[in-house]
C-alpha cells in the first residue's frame, strides 16, 4: 500500500466514529422522517403508507398555518435585530477603550449559560409584577410623563401650535445644543466640504424629533393607540397575546416580543464573530480613506461593511438556521401560549410527535419545515451575490 | 506521532473493556441498607419495576402501599420507580420491546397505548380472578376501555369541587347578609357564584384586584370542564360526535368573560402573576388571594401541608340555573400492564392486590378516596382528608361526567382551552358600536362574546371533527372499528 493510500485510510479511521454517529443519528432519522411523512404512524403501530396525506392536511391545518406564521414573524423581527445589535456591539468592541478584553468576556458569557437556565432567568425578568424589566420600565414610563408634563405645563398658557410655543424649543433646545457641542463626534462624522451646513441640519433634525414626540405623547395624538400605551405602563409580557402596536397588521404579539427581546440576550456570541472579521480589516485601507478625507460613516459604508460582509452573510444564514428551530425557550417559557401566539413550528412538531401520538404528521410538518430552511439559506445566499466582497476572488 | 496514536488507540481499548466487564445495575442487586428486612427471601423472589408517576408525599404513599405488598407475601418484590413523563418513557419502552412490569398512567392514555397493542387487555384475567366491573364506580372504569375491553384499572381517581375560604365569608359577613347572601354558606348555583365573588371583591386604590372572590382561570387546569356546569357536552356520547359549541359550552365561555371585563384581563393578569406555585404557601387560594376555586380531592392535603390552620370549606361545584347537579368531572390514574413485560403473570398478582388492598393505603395517604363502589368501612376512620365524603359523592353522583375517549382526545382538549384563553383575551370594545353606556352596552357586549364564542368553538369542532373522521376512517379501514 503506497503513502498516499495508507493516509487517506489512516485519515478514515479518524472520521470513522463521527462518521457512524452522523449516518445513524441524524442521516437515518432524516431518511426515516421522510418516509414517515407519507404515513401514518403512531409510534406503538406500524407505519401505514396514506401517501400524500399529511401534507394535504398540512395544507388546510389552521394550526400549522399559525405555527409557521408565529415562526415567520419571530424570524422577520428578531434577525435583522440580532444582526444590527450584534454589528454595533462589534464596532464598540473593536474600538481602543479600556478594559476591552474584559467587555468582550462579559458580553459573550451570556452564550455560554445553558437554554433552560436563561429561559428561566428571563421568566423572572418578565415577570409583570416583580420583573426587573417592568421595574426599570416604570421609572422610565414615569420620567416621560414628567418630561412631557413639564413641556406642556409650560406651554399651556400660550397659544399657537405647539411647535411655535417658546417652552417647548426651550426643551428642545438641549438636545440640539448638544449635538453641536459634540463637536468631535460630529467633525468626525461629517467632514469635508458644507460639514458645518450637515452637523446644523442634524441638530436641527434632533430638536424637531424631540418636539414631535413629547407633542405626539401628551397631546394622546400617539403613534401608539392610546390602548397600546396604557399596555406598555406595566405589560403582561408572556401572558399578553393581543398584537403590539395593536394598528400594525402582523405586528408580533406582547408575548413574541418578549422572546424577541430575549433573543438579543444572546448577540454576544455573533458579535464575537464579527469581531473577529473586523480585526482582520486591512488598516491600509483606513489609512487611505483618511488621506482622502473620508468620514466615519463614509468609512464604515464603503470600508468595513463590505469587508465583513461574508461574516454578515454567514451569520445571517446560521441565524435563519436557529431561528426557525426555536424550541426550548418558548417551552419553558410559555408553553405555546397565550391562544398559540408563541407556537412555533418546531414545538408544533413536538406536540404532534409525543403528546398527540401523530409521528407521521409531524414528520410531514418537519419536511416542510426543512424545504423552508433551505429555501430561506438559498434567498440568502442569491440576495448576497451582489452584496457580499470575497477578498480570495 | 506514531507512539500517539498507539497510545489513543490502547486508551479506547480500555475504556471498551471497563465497560464490557463493569456490572449493570439491576433490579435484584441487594441494597442492605434498604432492603435488610427482605435479605432472606431475596434471591427466591421475582423482582417486578413498577413506574409511576408520583413525587413528593404522593410518591411516599406509593412506596409505601409497594412495601406493603413487599411485607405481605415472599414471592415477589415491586421495585418502585419514579418515573417523570411516565407516559412518555412507557411508549418508548413499548417500542424498544422493553417495558416495565407494571405501568402507571394517565386515563388520557388508555387509547393510544391500547390501539398500538401496549398494553394487555385484563378482561380475561379479571374474570379469573373475580374482579367485576361492579366492584367500580362505572364512569372510573369507563375511562379505562378501549373498544369495550378493559385495558388498565384506575389508581388514584379524580373528582373536584369548589373550595370556599371560610375566613373571607366571615370577614364580609355583614356585606353578605346586606346583599341577600348566606354568609354561611357556598354558592349553590352559578348566579350565586358571581354574586358572593362580587361581595367578596377588595381592591387596592388603583383600583387592581387585592382579593377576587371567585376567578375562573385559577387555577386553570380545567378550562375546558365549564361547559358542563351548564349543561354541555363535548363529545355526544350516542354518537360519538364532537359537540364542543353546543350552546351550553357557549354560554359558559360568555360567562367567564364576563369576569375579564368587568375586572379588566390586564388587571387580573398582573394579579394572577403575583401567585406563588401550586404546592407553596403562596398558592392563590392557600394565600388567601382567591375566595373560592375549583380544585381536586388532593387538595385539602397541600393546604394541610402549608397551611394547616386555614378554615375552608368543600362543597359541590356550583351549576346553572336549571342544570341538575351535584356534577364533577372525573379523572383518574390508571395501571396496567404493558404487552411482552418480562413479569406478566407476578404482575397481574401486583395489580389485583392494589385493588383488592393496595389503593386504600395508597388514596388514604394521598388524601384521596376510591374508585369503588363500596370502599371498606375502616377507610374513612382517620382519613387525613377532612372533605373525602364530599368528593365521594360527588364521585358517585349520577350527574357526574368523563369526557368520553376519542382517538382526538388530548389535542381536542387543548384545542377547546385555547379557545377558552381566545375568548379570555378577545377584545370585546373593539367589536361593539361606538357610543353604547350602561345596561345596553353591557347587553350588546353579552351578545358579541356569545357569537364569538360559538364561532371560535364551532371552528374548533370543525377542525377536530374533521381530523378524528379521517383517523376513524382510516383505523376502521385497517380492520379497527372507532371507539
Given at each position: 500500500?503506497?503513502?498516499?493510500?495508507?493516509?487517506?485510510?489512516?485519515?478514515?479511521?479518524?472520521?470513522?466514529?463521527?462518521?457512524?454517529?452522523?449516518?445513524?443519528?441524524?442521516?437515518?432519522?432524516?431518511?426515516?422522517?421522510?418516509?414517515?411523512?407519507?404515513?401514518?404512524?403512531q409510534?406503538?403501530k406500524?407505519?401505514?403508507?396514506?401517501?400524500?396525506?399529511?401534507?394535504?392536511?398540512?395544507?388546510?391545518?389552521?394550526?400549522?398555518?399559525?405555527?409557521?406564521?408565529?415562526?415567520?414573524?419571530?424570524?422577520?423581527?428578531?434577525?435583522?435585530?440580532?444582526?444590527?445589535?450584534?454589528?454595533?456591539l462589534?464596532?464598540?468592541?473593536?474600538?481602543?477603550?479600556?478594559?476591552?478584553?474584559?467587555?468582550?468576556?462579559?458580553?459573550y458569557?451570556?452564550?455560554?449559560?445553558?437554554?433552560?437556565?436563561?429561559?428561566?432567568?428571563?421568566?423572572?425578568?418578565?415577570?409583570?409584577?416583580?420583573?426587573?424589566?417592568?421595574?426599570?420600565?416604570?421609572?422610565?414610563?414615569r420620567?416621560?410623563?414628567?418630561?412631557?408634563?413639564?413641556?406642556?405645563?409650560?406651554a399651556?398658557?400660550?397659544?399657537?401650535?405647539?411647535?411655535?410655543?417658546?417652552?417647548?424649543?426651550?426643551?428642545?433646545?438641549?438636545?440640539?445644543?448638544?449635538l453641536?457641542?459634540?463637536?468631535?463626534?460630529?467633525?468626525?462624522?461629517?467632514?469635508?466640504?458644507?460639514?458645518?451646513?450637515?452637523?446644523?441640519?442634524?441638530?436641527?433634525?434632533?430638536?424637531?424629533?424631540?418636539?414631535?414626540?413629547?407633542?405626539?405623547?401628551?397631546?394622546?395624538?400617539?403613534?401608539?393607540?392610546?390602548?397600546?400605551?396604557?399596555?406598555?405602563?406595566?405589560?403582561?409580557?408572556?401572558?399578553?397575546?393581543?398584537?403590539?402596536?395593536?394598528?400594525?397588521?402582523?405586528?408580533?404579539?406582547?408575548?413574541?416580543?418578549?422572546?424577541?427581546?430575549?433573543?438579543?440576550?444572546g448577540?454576544?456570541?455573533?458579535?464575537?464573530?464579527?469581531l473577529?472579521?473586523?480585526?482582520?480589516?486591512?488598516?491600509?485601507?483606513?489609512?487611505?480613506?483618511?488621506?482622502?478625507?473620508?468620514?466615519?460613516?463614509q468609512?464604515?459604508?464603503?470600508?468595513?461593511?463590505?469587508?465583513?460582509?461574508p461574516?454578515?452573510?454567514?451569520?445571517?444564514?446560521?441565524?435563519?438556521?436557529?431561528t426557525?428551530?426555536?424550541?426550548?425557550?418558548?417551552?419553558?417559557?410559555?408553553?405555546g401560549?397565550?391562544?398559540?401566539?408563541?407556537?412555533?413550528?418546531?414545538?408544533?412538531?413536538?406536540?404532534?410527535?409525543?403528546?398527540?401520538?401523530?409521528?407521521?404528521?409531524?414528520s410531514?410538518?418537519?419536511?416542510?419545515?426543512?424545504?423552508?430552511?433551505?429555501?430561506?439559506?438559498?434567498?440568502?445566499?442569491?440576495?448576497?451575490?451582489?452584496?457580499?466582497?470575497?477578498?480570495?476572488? | 506521532?506514531?507512539?500517539?496514536?498507539?497510545?489513543?488507540?490502547?486508551?479506547?481499548?480500555?475504556?471498551?473493556?471497563?465497560?464490557?466487564?463493569?456490572?449493570r445495575?439491576?433490579?435484584?442487586?441487594?441494597?442492605?441498607?434498604?432492603?435488610?428486612?427482605?435479605?432472606d427471601?431475596?434471591?427466591?423472589?421475582?423482582?417486578?419495576?413498577?413506574?409511576?408517576?408520583?413525587?413528593?408525599?404522593?410518591?411516599?404513599?406509593?412506596?409505601?402501599?409497594?412495601?406493603?405488598?413487599?411485607?405481605?407475601?415472599?414471592?415477589?418484590?415491586?421495585?418502585?420507580?419514579?418515573?417523570?413523563?411516565?407516559?412518555?418513557?412507557?411508549?418508548?419502552?413499548?417500542?424498544?420491546?422493553?417495558?416495565?412490569?407494571?405501568?402507571?398512567?394517565?386515563?388520557?392514555?388508555?387509547?393510544?397505548?391500547?390501539?398500538?397493542?401496549?398494553?394487555?387487555?385484563?378482561?380475561?384475567?379479571?374474570?379469573?380472578?373475580?374482579?367485576?366491573?361492579?366492584?367500580y364506580?362505572?364512569?372510573?372504569?369507563?375511562?379505562c376501555?378501549?373498544?369495550?375491553?378493559?385495558?388498565?384499572?384506575?389508581?388514584?381517581?379524580?373528582?373536584?369541587?369548589?373550595?370556599w375560604?371560610?375566613?373571607?365569608?366571615?370577614?364580609?359577613?355583614?356585606?353578605l347578609?346586606?346583599?341577600?347572601?348566606?354568609?354561611?354558606?357556598?354558592?349553590?348555583?352559578?348566579?350565586?357564584l358571581?354574586?358572593?365573588?362580587?361581595v367578596l371583591?377588595?381592591?387596592?386604590?388603583?383600583?387592581?384586584?387585592?382579593?377576587?372572590?371567585?376567578?375562573?382561570?385559577?387555577?386553570?387546569?380545567y378550562?375546558?370542564?365549564?361547559?358542563?356546569?351548564?349543561?354541555?357536552?363535548?363529545?355526544?356520547?350516542?354518537?360519538?360526535?364532537?359537540?364542543?359549541?353546543?350552546?351550553?359550552n357557549?354560554?359558559?365561555?360568555?360567562w367567564?368573560?364576563?369576569?375579564?371585563?368587568?375586572?379588566?384581563?390586564?388587571?387580573?393578569?398582573q394579579?394572577?402573576?403575583?401567585f406563588?406555585?401550586?404546592?407553596?404557601?403562596?398558592n392563590?387560594?392557600?394565600e388567601?388571594?382567591?375566595?373560592?376555586?375549583?380544585?381536586?380531592?388532593?387538595?385539602?392535603?397541600?393546604i394541610?401541608?402549608?397551611?394547616?390552620?386555614m378554615e375552608?370549606?368543600?362543597?359541590?361545584?356550583?351549576?346553572?340555573?336549571?342544570?341538575?347537579?351535584?356534577?364533577?368531572?372525573?379523572e383518574?390514574?390508571?395501571?396496567?400492564?404493558?404487552?411482552g413485560?418480562?413479569?406478566?403473570?407476578?404482575a397481574?398478582?401486583?395489580?389485583?392486590?392494589?385493588?383488592?388492598?393496595?389503593l386504600?393505603?395508597?388514596?388514604?395517604?394521598?388524601?384521596?378516596?376510591?374508585?369503588?363502589?363500596?370502599?371498606?368501612?375502616?377507610?374513612?376512620?382517620?382519613?387525613?382528608?377532612?372533605?373525602?365524603?364530599?368528593?365521594?359523592?360527588?364521585?358517585?353522583?349520577?350527574?357526574?361526567?368523563?369526557?368520553?375517549?376519542?382517538?382526538?382526545?388530548?389535542?381536542?382538549?387543548?384545542?377547546v382551552?385555547?379557545?377558552?384563553?381566545?375568548?379570555?383575551?378577545?377584545?370585546?370594545?373593539?367589536?361593539?358600536?361606538?357610543?353604547?353606556?350602561?345596561?345596553?352596552?353591557?347587553?350588546?357586549?353579552?351578545?358579541?362574546?356569545?357569537?364569538?364564542?360559538?364561532?371560535?368553538?364551532?371552528?374548533?369542532?370543525?377542525?377536530?371533527?374533521?381530523?378524528l373522521d379521517?383517523?376513524?376512517?382510516r383505523?376502521?379501514?385497517?380492520?379497527?372499528?372507532?371507539?
Open positions: 500500500m503506497n503513502a498516499p493510500w495508507r493516509a487517506g485510510l489512516k485519515g478514515c479511521a479518524f472520521i470513522l466514529p463521527w462518521l457512524i454517529a452522523l449516518c445513524v443519528f441524524i442521516g437515518y432519522p432524516f431518511l426515516a422522517g421522510f418516509f414517515f411523512s407519507f404515513c401514518e404512524y409510534p406503538l406500524a407505519p401505514a403508507w396514506i401517501g400524500l396525506e399529511n401534507y394535504g392536511e398540512l395544507a388546510g391545518d389552521a394550526r400549522f398555518h399559525r405555527s409557521l406564521g408565529v415562526t415567520l414573524v419571530y424570524a422577520a423581527v428578531a434577525i435583522p435585530l440580532g444582526v444590527v445589535l450584534a454589528m454595533t462589534a464596532m464598540f468592541l473593536n474600538a481602543r477603550v479600556r478594559g476591552q478584553p474584559f467587555y468582550r468576556v462579559i458580553f458569557i451570556p452564550h455560554l449559560v445553558p437554554t433552560v437556565v436563561v429561559a428561566i432567568l428571563w421568566l423572572w425578568i418578565f415577570n409583570p409584577k416583580y420583573g426587573l424589566l417592568n421595574i426599570v420600565l416604570a421609572q422610565l414610563v420620567a416621560v410623563e414628567w418630561w412631557t408634563g413639564l413641556f406642556f405645563d409650560l399651556a398658557a400660550r397659544e399657537g401650535p405647539a411647535f411655535a410655543r417658546g417652552p417647548a424649543v426651550l426643551l428642545a433646545l438641549p438636545a440640539a445644543l448638544g453641536l457641542v459634540l463637536g468631535p463626534a460630529g467633525r468626525r462624522l461629517w467632514r469635508g466640504r458644507a460639514a458645518g451646513l450637515r452637523r446644523f441640519l442634524a441638530a436641527a433634525a434632533v430638536a424637531g424629533i424631540v418636539l414631535a414626540a413629547a407633542a405626539a405623547i401628551d397631546a394622546g395624538a400617539t403613534w401608539l393607540a392610546p390602548d397600546d400605551v396604557k399596555r406598555l405602563r406595566e405589560p403582561s409580557w408572556l401572558s399578553d397575546g393581543n398584537p403590539m402596536p395593536s394598528f400594525v397588521p402582523l405586528a408580533p404579539p406582547m408575548a413574541l416580543w418578549a422572546l424577541i427581546v430575549m433573543s438579543t440576550w448577540v454576544g456570541q455573533m458579535a464575537v464573530i464579527y473577529a472579521k473586523l480585526q482582520d480589516v486591512p488598516a491600509e485601507l483606513y489609512e487611505a480613506a483618511d488621506i482622502d478625507g473620508a468620514g466615519w460613516l468609512k464604515t459604508r464603503r470600508i468595513t461593511l463590505p469587508m465583513i460582509s461574516v454578515i452573510l454567514f451569520n445571517v444564514v446560521m441565524a435563519i438556521i436557529g426557525f428551530q426555536i424550541f426550548a425557550e418558548p417551552y419553558i417559557m410559555t408553553q401560549g397565550p391562544e398559540d401566539k408563541t407556537r412555533f413550528v418546531a414545538m408544533f412538531i413536538y406536540d404532534n410527535a409525543f403528546q398527540y401520538q401523530r409521528a407521521g404528521y409531524a410531514a410538518v418537519a419536511w416542510v419545515l426543512f424545504l423552508l430552511i433551505v429555501a430561506m439559506t438559498l434567498l440568502a445566499f442569491r440576495l448576497s451575490r451582489r452584496h457580499v466582497y470575497y477578498e480570495g476572488r | 506521532m506514531r507512539a500517539v496514536h498507539w497510545g489513543l488507540v490502547a486508551l479506547a481499548a480500555a475504556v471498551a473493556l471497563v465497560a464490557w466487564f463493569e456490572p445495575p439491576a433490579l435484584e442487586d441487594f441494597d442492605p441498607a434498604r432492603h435488610a428486612a427482605f435479605k427471601t431475596w434471591n427466591k423472589r421475582v423482582h417486578l419495576a413498577y413506574w409511576e408517576k408520583w413525587g413528593s408525599f404522593e410518591a411516599e404513599a406509593c412506596q409505601k402501599m409497594c412495601d406493603a405488598f413487599n411485607e405481605g407475601q415472599q414471592e415477589i418484590f415491586v421495585h418502585y420507580i419514579r418515573t417523570s413523563q411516565v407516559d412518555r418513557k412507557s411508549m418508548l419502552a413499548a417500542i424498544g420491546r422493553s417495558p416495565p412490569d407494571v405501568a402507571g398512567l394517565w386515563n388520557f392514555n388508555v387509547i393510544p397505548f391500547a390501539e398500538g397493542g401496549a398494553l394487555e387487555p385484563l378482561d380475561g384475567l379479571m374474570a379469573r380472578s373475580g374482579l367485576t366491573r361492579d366492584y364506580i362505572d364512569n372510573y372504569l369507563k375511562l376501555e378501549y373498544e369495550g375491553r378493559i385495558y388498565a384499572l384506575p389508581t388514584a381517581p379524580m373528582s373536584m369541587a369548589l373550595f375560604n371560610k375566613e373571607h365569608f366571615r370577614r364580609r359577613a355583614a356585606d347578609l346586606a346583599a341577600g347572601l348566606d354568609p354561611a354558606r357556598p354558592p349553590r348555583t352559578i348566579e350565586e358571581d354574586r358572593y365573588a362580587e371583591n377588595e381592591f387596592q386604590a388603583d383600583g387592581s384586584p387585592r382579593i377576587m372572590g371567585y376567578l375562573p382561570t385559577e387555577p386553570g387546569w378550562n375546558h370542564s365549564y361547559g358542563f356546569f351548564f349543561g354541555g357536552r363535548l363529545v355526544d356520547e350516542r354518537t360519538g360526535r364532537l359537540t364542543a359549541d353546543d350552546p351550553a357557549v354560554r359558559a365561555f360568555a367567564a368573560k364576563k369576569y375579564a371585563e368587568r375586572y379588566g384581563r390586564e388587571k387580573l393578569l394579579f394572577r402573576s403575583g406563588g406555585t401550586f404546592d407553596s404557601p403562596y392563590a387560594f392557600i388567601g388571594r382567591v375566595s373560592m376555586e375549583m380544585q381536586g380531592v388532593w387538595f385539602p392535603m397541600f394541610r401541608r402549608h397551611r394547616p390552620q375552608y370549606g368543600v362543597a359541590p361545584f356550583p351549576c346553572a340555573e336549571g342544570v341538575p347537579g351535584p356534577r364533577s368531572l372525573l383518574a390514574d390508571v395501571i396496567g400492564l404493558p404487552r413485560c418480562p413479569h406478566p403473570e407476578e397481574w398478582k401486583f395489580i389485583l392486590w392494589t385493588q383488592r388492598e393496595g386504600a393505603i395508597l388514596c388514604r395517604l394521598q388524601g384521596k378516596h376510591l374508585p369503588f363502589r363500596r370502599p371498606p368501612p375502616w377507610f374513612h376512620e382517620g382519613h387525613p382528608n377532612p372533605q373525602i365524603e364530599i368528593f365521594e359523592q360527588l364521585a358517585m353522583a349520577p350527574e357526574s361526567f368523563i369526557i368520553p375517549a376519542t382517538r382526538v382526545q388530548l389535542e381536542y382538549r387543548d384545542m382551552i385555547r379557545a377558552f384563553e381566545h375568548m379570555w383575551n378577545w377584545p370585546v370594545e373593539r367589536h361593539l358600536p361606538g357610543g353604547l353606556k350602561g345596561r345596553e352596552r353591557e347587553r350588546a357586549a353579552e351578545e358579541a362574546c356569545l357569537r364569538e364564542a360559538a364561532e371560535e368553538l364551532g371552528r374548533v369542532r370543525e377542525s377536530m371533527q374533521s381530523q379521517a383517523v376513524d376512517r383505523a376502521a379501514a385497517a380492520g379497527r372499528a372507532a371507539p
